[in-house]
């Protein structure tokens, strides 16, 4: 067990390190500071969302170019951390910022010299001494800055006791970790607060390390093996929490000139963890087969209605901003209708955005567009309903599709993705998305994405169950660390033997088919006010729909009398039983032939005897 000298314990550092989205505080600092104020009243809680000081150094296009993509992110401060790698490292930074024309000159060389100019400024015109304790949070992208940071700190404050915790670390992750980087003292799994707490209440009263192995949430190398698995240690009740601060933040932002300075996104959070992974437990796997993003939570938790909307009331007031990013995996069932109306009554015009399931109800996604939700990212994710049961999303094709129509409909930006190569999936999967994607076309492009393999996903637990033969490290990581931390430590990002090669063949042709869907969705809709691709306009008794056609004139269809009634009441999805018992007077004969003509002209989808109209009302 190490020697302790009892120190003065009056202020502690929290850090965020790049590279998260330069536009928006930390909410993990936030959070952490405004709890610890409460807990601790004569603590002195200094956060340093330092990438905010790189993003205005190297210019804001650059670092958020460098930001969107894990692996050019880790390349820059691994080669600080690793000099003697740095060529292969380039290299790497190289492949990965083909395609990205921002990137194209950069001189990777130059980009590690400014970088690592303004983060030693940084390190060395600080006192560290003046801390009890340094905290990181360390998120995706995070890993190599954090440590890079905890190097040069350690070497010149040795006595600085170094916390670590973030979405990074899960139990397996950490354990060598802290053999491999013997400057960091303890890894917090699990939220921060109450471990974080009760290590500071330690090393304020006691010099004693012996006890430390007691407190529940925190490891250290000499406990990781008695610790493991770790138990959780977390908030029961998140109305208990206060707003996060984000007053360090704004004072970095205050010192830029009037050129860089701009008005930050205000992330915020209604709940941790996932009701949806809750529910969809089944045959040992719970929640969506490739995620791996509540492995910090044990179980579900969400604040009130009430006390969110005070929440970003006090937020945007405070902070003079009206963008606020709920940073939630996805905004809760049952309350979010509330939520988003009473937020509607503050009157604010706000700019929200959220993560939302896509069994979200139209009444909710209207509650949304009128608190000026104005992006959301749904969990799609697929179009082939045999795919999404593979990814235990719970969720079918035809609710996709509805979805996507809606938000088309309420002017609401859906960013969505389609993961490609997902392991296991075949040429039906394949040919069912080809087809439906062609019902997509007259909504907002998604962007494919290629499955990766995420430590603790269900995939990453059952590999067999999806054809993987061998799961391992990811190699890139290879190239950022030296082969004995390659091979010692266990990555968030993994890799696997498998079909690979075979599903990059079998994408292909989806692939093709959204980027001309996104090209012509751009192509429509260049040089006009933005309007709709497949709309209808309502007189009462016939409706007239217009389909808008690249490089053709829009083809118009007018459906009379009881047409225009059944492809109204099909504005959300419904069974072939559900039409005809609203419709008595139809016989199945008549219907059917009606609808398939709808589906053939792609004005209606169809999946499993149930139907949904694609096109929306022209406001
Ligand atoms: S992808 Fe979203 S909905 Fe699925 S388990 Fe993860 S957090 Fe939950």
């Given at each position: 067990m190490k020697e302790k000298q009892i120190r003065t314990f009056k202020s502690v550092v929290l850090l965020s390190t790049p590279w998260p989205l330069f536009s928006r505080p930390s909410i993990q600092l936030g959070t952490l500071k405004s709890y610890l104020k409460s807990q601790f009243s004569s603590l002195e809680v200094v956060t340093h969302h330092f990438y905010l000081k790189v993003a205005e150094s190297i210019g804001y296009k650059l670092y958020h170019a460098i930001s969107e993509r894990t692996w050019l992110a880790e390349t820059v401060y691994a080669a600080l951390l690793y000099p003697e790698r740095s060529a292969s490292i380039e290299k790497l930074f190289i492949k990965e910022a083909k395609g990205k024309p921002r990137l194209r000159e950069v001189d990777f060389k130059d980009l590690t010299k400014r970088v690592a100019k303004v983060t030693d400024e940084f390190i060395n015109n600080m006192n560290w001494s003046v801390f009890g304790l340094a905290g990181f949070s360390i998120c995706l992208c995070q890993l190599t800055s954090a440590l890079y940071f905890i190097r040069r700190i350690k070497r010149k404050f040795p006595d600085l006791p170094i916390?670590?915790?973030?979405?990074?670390?899960?139990?397996?992750?950490?354990?060598?970790?802290?053999?491999?980087?013997?400057?960091?003292?303890?890894?917090?799994?699990?939220?921060?607060?109450?471990?974080?707490?009760?290590?500071?209440?330690?090393?304020?009263?006691?010099?004693?390390?012996?006890?430390?192995?007691?407190?529940?949430?925190?490891?250290?190398?000499?406990?990781?093996?008695?610790?493991?698995?770790?138990?959780?240690?977390?908030?029961?009740?998140?109305?208990?929490?206060?707003?996060?601060?984000?007053?360090?933040?704004?004072?970095?932002?205050?010192?830029?000139?009037?050129?860089?300075?701009?008005?930050?996104?205000?992330?915020?959070?209604i709940s941790r963890g996932c009701w949806w992974q809750?529910?969809?437990?089944?045959?040992?796997?719970?929640?969506?087969?490739?995620?791996?993003?509540?492995?910090?939570?044990?179980?579900?938790?969400?604040?009130?209605?009430?006390?969110?909307?005070?929440?970003?009331?006090?937020?945007?007031?405070?902070?003079?901003?009206?963008?606020?990013?709920f940073m939630d995996n996805l905004v809760p069932e049952k309350t979010s209708g509330?939520?988003?109306?009473?937020?509607?009554?503050l009157e604010k015009?706000?700019?929200?955005?959220?993560?939302?399931?896509?069994?979200?109800?139209?009444?909710?996604?209207?509650?949304?567009?009128?608190?000026?939700?104005?992006?959301?990212?749904?969990?799609?994710?697929?179009?082939?309903?045999?795919?999404?049961?593979?990814?235990?999303?719970?969720?079918?094709?035809?609710?996709?599709?509805?979805?996507?129509k809606n938000c088309e409909e309420l002017g609401i930006v859906n960013t969505s993705n389609l993961i490609l190569h997902f392991p296991g999936s075949d040429s039906d999967d394949v040919k069912e998305t080809v087809q439906n994607l062609e019902f997509a076309v007259s909504f907002r492009p998604m962007r494919f994405v290629h499955f990766w393999l995420g430590l603790g996903s269900p995939v990453w637990q059952?590999?067999?169950?999806?054809?993987?033969?061998?799961?391992?490290?990811?190699?890139?990581?290879?190239?950022?660390?030296?082969?004995?931390?390659?091979?010692?430590?266990?990555?968030?990002?993994?890799?696997?033997?498998?079909?690979?090669g075979y599903q990059r063949k079998l994408w292909q042709p989806v692939k093709r088919k959204v980027k001309e869907w996104k090209k012509a969705y751009d192509e429509i809709h260049s040089g006009h006010v933005h309007s709709l691709i497949l709309s209808y306009r309502d007189g009462k008794d016939f409706l007239i729909i217009r389909q808008k056609r690249l490089s053709a004139d829009p083809l118009t269809h007018r459906l009379e009398g009881m047409s225009r009634e059944i492809y109204l009441f099909c504005r959300q999805h419904r069974s072939l039983k559900r039409i005809l018992q609203q419709f008595p007077k139809l016989t199945e004969d008549r219907l059917i032939p009606f609808l398939k003509m709808m589906v053939d002209?792609?004005?209606?989808?169809?999946?499993?005897?149930?139907?949904?109209?694609?096109?929306?009302?022209?406001k």
């Open positions: 916390v670590i915790g973030g979405s990074m670390f899960t139990g397996v992750s950490a354990k060598n970790l802290l053999k491999m980087f013997p400057e960091i003292d303890f890894v917090i799994i699990g939220e921060g607060e109450l471990p974080l707490s009760r290590l500071i209440s330690y090393l304020k009263d006691s010099s004693n390390l012996e006890d430390i192995s007691h407190i529940p949430g925190i490891v250290t190398p000499e406990t990781f093996n008695l610790e493991y698995p770790v138990v959780f240690s977390q908030i029961e009740d998140l109305n208990s929490l206060l707003p996060p601060d984000y007053d360090d933040y704004f004072d970095i932002l205050k010192t830029f000139n009037e050129e860089k300075t701009f008005f930050p996104t205000l992330p915020a959070e809750r529910s969809a437990v089944s045959d040992n796997k719970s929640g969506c087969a490739f995620c791996n993003l509540n492995l910090q939570w044990k179980g579900y938790r969400s604040k009130n209605p009430d006390q969110v909307v005070a929440e970003l009331d006090h937020l945007t007031s405070k902070y003079r901003s009206l963008s606020v990013a509330e939520i988003f109306d009473k937020l509607s009554k015009d706000f700019r929200l955005f959220c993560e939302i399931r896509a069994t979200t109800k139209r009444r909710v996604l209207e509650s949304m567009e009128r608190a000026e939700v104005q992006e959301v990212q749904v969990g799609i994710e697929a179009l082939s309903t045999r795919l999404l049961k593979k990814l235990n999303k719970g969720t079918t094709a035809i609710q996709n599709l509805e979805i996507m059952n590999p067999k169950d999806f054809g993987i033969k061998a799961v391992f490290n990811h190699p890139n990581y290879a190239t950022l660390f030296p082969p004995e931390i390659y091979r010692q430590m266990v990555f968030m990002i993994q890799a696997y033997r498998g079909d690979l002209k792609k004005l209606m989808f169809e999946e499993n005897r149930k139907y949904l109209s694609l096109a929306v009302p022209i």
